[in-house]
Every structure is written in structure tokens, then in C-alpha cells.
């Protein structure tokens, strides 16, 4: 299928080209052509671009969310001991900690 697509666009170039140089001559339908395909492979090189760019931003977005999480539990791990210490704490901060976990980890199976 792919090789009768070529086969039509090559036909239809040279249509173009065997059109535009009765119009205007050999050297400026071939010139037209060569300018048309010029912008043609710009606009496909920035699109190109833009979509790379986006990729990358994504993945840098990703990478930075992943690193906050492992650096707020690591904050965690380490203060754990000495929030154990107090009764209070004991006894209020855990289930609070408990529901704001289960928020983050819903919020984030949400996401995906």
C-alpha cells in the first residue's frame, strides 16, 4: 500500500512541476517546487521540535514530582523517632498520618 502512495506522490510532483514550467519556465517551476518543499520540511522540523520539547518537559515534570516524594519521605522516616517519643503525638498523628497517605496514594493512582 505504502509504495502506491510514492508511486501517487511522485506523479503528482511531476504533474505539478510539468504544469508550472509551462506557466513559467523549467528553471522557476523547479525553483517553485524546491522552495515548497523547503517550507514543507521546515514546517515538519518544527513541528518536530515543539512535540520533542513537550516530551521532554513531561519527563522533566515526572522526574521532579518523583524526587519531592522521596524527599518528603525521607523527611518522614527521619522524624519518625522523635515524633514517637511524645503520646500525643502517638495517638493524634498517626491516623492522621495513615488518611494522608491514603489521599496521596488515591490522588496520584487518580492521575495515572
Known amino acids: 500500500m505504502g509504495v502506491f502512495v510514492l508511486v501517487a506522490v511522485v506523479f503528482f510532483v511531476l504533474a505539478g512541476y510539468l504544469a ?11 525553483l517553485i517546487l524546491g522552495g515548497a518543499f523547503l ?16 516530551q521532554q518537559r513531561k519527563v522533566a515534570e515526572k522526574r521532579r514530582s518523583s524526587e ?9 522516616i527521619t522524624a519518625l523517632p522523635m515524633l514517637m517519643k511524645s503520646p500525643l503525638i502517638v495517638r493524634l498523628g498517626l491516623p492522621a498520618a495513615a488518611i494522608a497517605a491514603f489521599a496521596m496514594i488515591r490522588d496520584q493512582s487518580d492521575k495515572d
Open 68 to 76: 519531592t516524594g522521596a524527599f518528603l519521605t525521607t523527611a518522614a
Open 39 to 54: 517550507v514543507v520540511a521546515l514546517a515538519l522540523y518544527l513541528g518536530a521540535m515543539i512535540g520533542r520539547g513537550r
Open 20 to 30: 508550472l514550467a509551462e506557466l513559467y519556465g523549467h528553471i522557476v517551476a523547479a
